[in-house]
């Protein structure tokens, strides 16, 4: 049962005018709220909102990098495998970069190994923010295989 009340003193008192009208339900709780923190919920919503959007774009950016790293890791492998076989840094960039398009192949013989070092720039997922970009880089030695 919904029920209406006026605020201000009892029948037959005198009242200097009407007050504001309060409707209540069933079990007495007032639904609508007059007072001087009437707008902070929303003002808290408008201000959460944003920030709650914010940190899951930063936790899907962070997967996202995750993501990359371990394709650049298998990138950097897959051209070592095509210089450990002997094949030319051109074939090995090649090779790099059908795993992750983009990655920067280096890769230097020292002796009788070869150090392959692989890099990625990963930007920001925001264009606004494209200071923020993520530089990723993989190395591992391998040797020749044998007889080359």
Same mark, same amino acid.
């Given at each position: 049962?919904?029920?209406?009340?006026?605020?201000?003193?009892?029948? #037959? @008192?005198?009242?200097?005018?009407? *007050?504001p009208?309060? &409707?209540?339900?069933? /079990?007495?709780?007032?639904?609508?709220? $007059? !007072?001087?923190?009437?707008?902070?919920?929303?003002?808290?919503?408008?201000?959460?909102?944003?920030?709650?959007f914010?940190?899951?774009?930063?936790?899907?950016?962070?997967?996202?990098?995750?993501?990359?790293?371990?394709?650049?890791?298998?990138a950097?492998?897959? #051209? @070592?495998?095509?210089?450990?076989? *002997?094949?030319?840094v &051109?074939?090995?960039? /090649?090779?790099a970069?059908?795993?992750? $398009? !983009?990655a920067?192949?280096?890769?230097?013989?020292?002796?009788?190994?070869?150090?392959?070092t692989?890099?990625?720039?990963?930007?920001?997922?925001?264009?606004?923010?494209r200071g923020?970009g993520?530089?990723?880089?993989?190395?591992?030695?391998?040797?020749?295989?044998?007889?080359?």
């Amino acid at each position: 049962m919904i029920r209406s009340s006026t605020a201000g003193p009892g029948p #037959g @008192a005198h009242s200097p005018g009407p *007050g504001p009208i309060r &409707v209540t339900g069933s /079990g007495g709780h007032s639904r609508g709220r $007059v !007072g001087p923190d009437s707008g902070m919920v929303l003002l808290e919503f408008a201000l959460v909102i944003p920030l709650l959007f914010l940190v899951c774009m930063f936790g899907a950016w962070m997967l996202r990098t995750g993501q990359v790293q371990a394709q650049l890791e298998d990138a950097t492998r897959s #051209g @070592a495998r095509e210089l450990a076989r *002997g094949r030319t840094v &051109v074939e090995a960039r /090649g090779a790099a970069e059908e795993v992750l $398009v !983009g990655a920067r192949l280096e890769a230097t013989r020292n002796g009788d190994t070869i150090a392959v070092t692989g890099r990625y720039h990963l930007g920001a997922p925001v264009p606004a923010l494209r200071g923020l970009g993520v530089n990723l880089s993989s190395s591992l030695v391998v040797r020749p295989e044998p007889g080359l």
